[in-house]
């Protein structure tokens, strides 16, 4: 990672998830702002982040399977092309219903971008270093809640919400520009369909599956309700929420980072240790939400926890996929879009129950818990394989003929 062009490459992989990163969540502070320029109500607008998530889930495996026989370059310059399209798109929209498609259809690259810019990563770099690799392309992703999202929201509440989309579409094609001119073009054998396909009949996959869809869930629990959980509950003003914001940002990039270091010196360890520490964290803020200093602290270190998670599962359904990690990368894309929506609904149901804003985080506590349980299987499981005998060459018989 210390040459030049590796590190180049990598940057444009940043830039690209910097894009997408600041196209997904900006919505969530604009969304007021799109439902009065529109005529519907905040609800109703709410709806385009499910679209969008949709188009992320639904995107992630169609698009990777479609172009699974094509270059990986070739592959990241349509997809973020493809995503710029779809931000001009939603810049133009007429009226709510074309906005609600074009979010659909904005989303659908995403996963397939960072399955297929994992990959990329991975091979730029030796084993050592592949989960490493991987972190700086999330790290734009990251980045993008610390600086992309609140300057983006801010933009769009003093200009217009079709500005920040046409400027992401911008991001979006610097980033495919830059993927094309510095990212090689790697020779490989073309990918089978059946060979990708193949991967998902190890249950070591769907395990990894599973911990991003209910560990990661425990994030989103929280976070799809931080508004108004540190107004009402820790007693923020409104005005305060997108500082808080940037510190969620920079809890997110610090795990990413600090999961790539660890994860690719010990990797189950790494998801051990960040689930234990979600459970800790979610159950703490329970009680932290009650203060202003503590709720901060929290706020960082949450996140932090969450996204350590990222790396290492990366690696790891890489690595579990073996010559056929495409579509299984992709699919852990999948799987936190759907952790987004899990985690979500389940922590609005206690809130709808009449438990208090800062009743998602037992949820979280919850969710963590589980994930760690899933976690803990995969890696006896793990365990339980290495100790099996391995038939000698002359325990094999001979064939006949």
Known sequence: MSFGPVRRALLALAIGGFGIGTGEFVILGLLPNVAGDLGVSIPSAGHLVSAYALGVVAGAPLLTIATVRLSRKTVLVGLMTAFALGNFASAA???FDTLLVARFLTGLPHGAFFGAGSVVAAGLVGPARRTAAMSVMFMGLTVANVVGVPLTTLLGQHTSWRLVFALVAVIGLVAALAVLLVVPAVHAEP???RHELSVFAKPQVWLALGIATI???ALFATFSYITPMMTHVAGYAES???????????????????GARLADKALMPTLYGALAAEVVIAGAFLVTSYSEVAAAVTIFLFPA????LLPPLQMRIISLAGGAPNLAAASIQAAF??????????GGLTIAAGFGYDSPNAVAAGLAVLGLGIALTSGRLDRRRAQLPVPSAEAVPAEVG
């Open 93 to 95: 929209a007429p009226n």
């Open 191 to 193: 990918a089978s369909l």
């Open 215 to 217: 560990g990661g869930g």
């Open 240 to 258: 305060s929420v997108t500082l808080l914001l940037v510190l969620f940002g920079l809890g997110m990039t610090a795990g990413n980072a600090i």
């Open 305 to 308: 926890t969450s996204l350590a």
């Open 337 to 346: 879009n759907i952790a987004n929506s899990l985690g979500a609904f389940l």
